[in-house]
């Protein structure tokens, strides 16, 4: 097996245990965005910041691009670069189905190269800019957790901002890493 198939058999793996794990109930969880326009949300985010991830180890410029599709799922891409902005490029693709039409806060995430039924985590939109110049993604179990922005960049009262709010609503923000961007 050469080194990008193993890379993605692990990576396969380690999003097995997301997607279990993202299904897991919690006495508290996060409050969702009221409503989420989909077709606003699609488009290049940058991550800035994120509760560390074993499949996401040593990743820098992380972006994710959402394209919406026609019937009204969104592709989702994952690009990222390893240990430095000259690395090898990582790069993950599924698709997010809404789970909630009511909001579209809600949603099932499936990767690549899974079968279309089986391990789809909860990817909440749990807080969203009034621009959506950055948004707050997480699951029910709070168990992960994602700072994006539009920009490579964020201003550092709106971070801070979002760490504040984030805190409040029991959210372990000691635990946020800082995404490296160019």
Known sequence: MNSAAVRLSVVSSLLAVLAVASGCSTA???AVAENVDLTRY??????????PVIFQRGL?????????????KVTVFNRGLKNSFDGKESTISGVAAPADITSNAKLKLRFDPFPVSLFKADYWIIELGADYEYAVVSNPSKKYLWILSRTPHMDQPVYDGIVARLNAQGFETDKLELTPQP
């Open 28 to 30: 508290n969880p996060p």
């Open 42 to 51: 699609a488009g290049k985010w940058y991550e800035i910041a994120k509760y």
């Open 60 to 72: 820098v410029a992380v972006t994710a691009d959402y394209t919406l599709r026609d019937d009204g």
